[in-house]
């Protein structure tokens, strides 16, 4: 079973709409921590929101929010006010546990932002 | 502010010929890791590495090595390349884990690997 989901393979918004990107996780453990990546066309992967699974408030990162359910083990990502420059493919990942092994991040497939003036 | 190097940017290899990618950090973070990027795919852990002179497997390790000899740098070798090891390779870093810390992975610029 996968560990991280990203149903959407591509999502299309206009300027200054807000946009929702869907992450569902699948964890045993209580301890984890999950994380959102910007990938744009020139390749580079960009730290953008963290959320720990013991923050009881939602993460805020400028125009980015992170919408924590964890009952229903999701973390979606939301964007207000898109701008063209948030044209890019989005990455969900995971890291779980609290030993050593559990440092690296299992991501989902991506989805890919498009916006348009 | 350098963050993370890789090199190369691109190489072409042939089928049978080995190489090594190189990683250089400057941020001082104990923990490294390889992962591949294939289409489609995500991104998968090849090998990570927890402190100079450890390392450790990921998911897909086959046919890959590493090495971290200096806190700085942590090194993929492939002995013999194959078509399907046609990617392109991230190299990550961060602190060391700190439970519920907010500890992100900072990326290489990547290097796009093709195997004729």
């Known amino acids: 079973a996968q560990k991280i989901t990203q149903t959407q393979p591509g999502m299309f918004v206009q300027e200054k709409e807000a946009v929702t990107l869907d992450c569902t996780y699948d964890t045993s453990d209580q301890s984890y921590g999950l994380f959102w990546y910007k990938q744009p066309s020139s390749g580079e992967m960009i730290f953008l929101i963290y959320q720990g699974s013991y923050d009881e408030q939602n993460a805020t990162e400028g125009r980015y929010s992170l919408n924590f359910q964890k009952a229903r083990k999701s973390a979606n990502l939301v964007i207000s006010a898109s701008q063209l420059g948030d044209s890019a493919m989005y990455f969900c990942a995971m890291r779980e546990g609290v030993n050593q092994a559990g440092t690296a991040l299992i991501f989902g497939k991506g989805t890919t932002l498009s916006v348009s003036s | 502010n350098a963050g993370v190097t890789q090199t190369p940017k691109f190489r072409v290899l042939k089928t049978g010929q080995s190489m090594t990618l190189l990683c250089a950090q400057d941020m001082n973070h104990e923990y490294m890791y390889w992962y591949r990027q294939d289409p489609g795919m995500g991104l998968r852990l090849i090998h990570y590495s927890v402190g100079e002179g450890t390392t450790a497997k990921g998911e897909v390790p086959d046919g890959y090595n590493v090495s971290r000899l200096k806190k700085q740098n942590f090194l993929l070798g492939l002995e013999s390349a194959a078509p399907s090891q046609t990617s392109v390779y991230f190299c990550?870093?961060?602190?060391?884990?700190?439970?519920?810390?907010?500890?992100?992975?900072?990326f290489g610029d990547g290097t796009r690997l093709s195997i004729l």
């Open positions: 990550a870093s961060s602190y060391q884990y700190r439970v519920n810390g907010n500890q992100p992975q900072h």
